[in-house]
């Protein structure tokens, strides 16, 4: 199986920057993508974005859009989410997840319910 432990969340003032990891042991040679997703208290979770582990490709939320950057470190079997100019609708929970193959639809890396492995999720606060 895969574990992953979700780190670097905190408080930050809008306009502020945050970098979020995901660190994967376990069988990571199987993982397909990673994805971050977040909720927000009484929301449901939402997809934030998505890195595909062979190809690099990279997936966004339209609201996240020009303001996150995901990225990954095959080596170092960790992926990343480059957070900067935070608003405050940012605050939430933040999940890292994997999945393995095989993937179906065009939107696989936005669906929840796709991804095998959840992380403990870390706190973002973003305060105005």
């Known amino acids: 199986q895969v574990q992953l432990v979700n780190s670097g969340g905190g408080l930050v003032q809008a306009g502020g920057s945050l970098r979020l990891s995901c660190a994967a042991s376990?069988?990571?040679?199987?993982?397909?993508?990673m994805g971050w997703f977040r909720q927000a208290p009484g929301k449901e979770r939402e997809f934030v974005s998505a890195?595909?582990?062979?190809?690099?490709?990279?997936y966004y939320a339209d609201s996240v859009k020009g303001r996150f950057t995901i990225s990954r470190d095959n080596a170092k079997n960790t992926m990343y989410l480059q957070m900067n100019s935070l608003k405050p609708e940012d605050t939430a929970v933040y999940y890292c997840?994997?999945?393995?193959?095989?993937?179906?639809?065009?939107?696989?890396?936005?669906?929840?319910?796709?991804?095998?492995?959840w992380g403990q999720g870390t706190q973002v606060t973003v305060s105005s």
């Open positions: 376990g069988r990571t040679f199987s993982i397909y993508g």
């Open positions: 997840a994997a999945r393995s193959p095989p993937v179906y639809g065009t939107t696989w890396y936005a669906i929840e319910s796709t991804y095998d492995y």
């Open positions: 890195i595909t582990w062979n190809g690099g490709s990279t």
